[in-house]
């Protein structure tokens, strides 16, 4: 079995992002891949290079 795992960095948990990442989520479940959603913001990690 193969697995998935999308990495979320945006501040907004259910934002563009995370939509994008959850439709890749699913078909790769529909595929037959077990998947996961990691959320970085939680844990204070930034992704802004600024």
Do not use: C, D, F, H
């Not at 970085?40 to 600024?50: E, F, I, K, R």
Request: proline content about 4%.
């Amino acid at each position: 079995m193969k697995k998935v795992i999308a990495i979320n960095g945006s501040p907004r948990r259910n934002g563009n992002t995370a939509e994008l990442l959850q439709q890749a989520l699913k078909g790769a479940q529909e595929a037959g891949a077990e998947t996961e959603l990691i959320n970085l913001y939680p844990w204070g990690v930034s992704t802004n290079a600024a």
